[in-house]
Nanobody
Framework: QVQLVQSGGGLVQAGGSLRVSCAGSGRALSSRSMGWFRQAPGKDREFVAAISATGASTFYADSVKGRVTISRDNAKNTVSLQMSNLKPEDTAVYYC????????????????WGQGTQVTVSS
């Protein structure tokens, strides 16, 4: 069993930066690729970014590419999402998740989820 506990997020003005983090407990996350998703009010949960188990490969949604960086520290069992040049349309609840080893962009490929962290970007 894996538990994912998220931290960070909050309120920021457009153009600002925020970081959200995810700490894993229980079984180590180092063998799993990890992802971040977000869900805005009234919308489906969508893929934001993913990182391979070793951290060697990263993947980003087109909507955030160039503004978001995903990273991990397997020694600390953590995954982070650094966001910059934030836009009001980035406002959402952000979720970290542990992958089953399948495709990175599909939420059905993720087996463990964090509790969600609110990110609000004001215009």
């Amino acid at each position: 069993q894996v538990q994912l506990v998220q931290s960070g997020g909050g309120l920021v003005q457009a153009g600002g930066s925020l970081r959200v983090s995810c700490a894993g407990s229980g079984r180590a996350l180092s063998s799993r690729s990890m992802g971040w998703f977000r869900q805005a009010p009234g919308k489906d949960r969508e893929f934001v970014a993913a990182i391979s188990a070793t951290g060697a490969s990263t993947f980003y949604a087109d909507s955030v590419k160039g503004r978001v960086t995903i990273s991990r520290d397997n020694a600390k069992n953590t995954v982070s999402l650094q966001m910059s040049n934030l836009k009001p349309e980035d406002t959402a609840v952000y979720y970290c998740a542990a992958n089953t080893g399948a495709t990175y962009t599909s939420r059905e490929s993720y087996i463990y989820w964090g509790q969600g962290t609110q990110v609000t970007v004001s215009s």
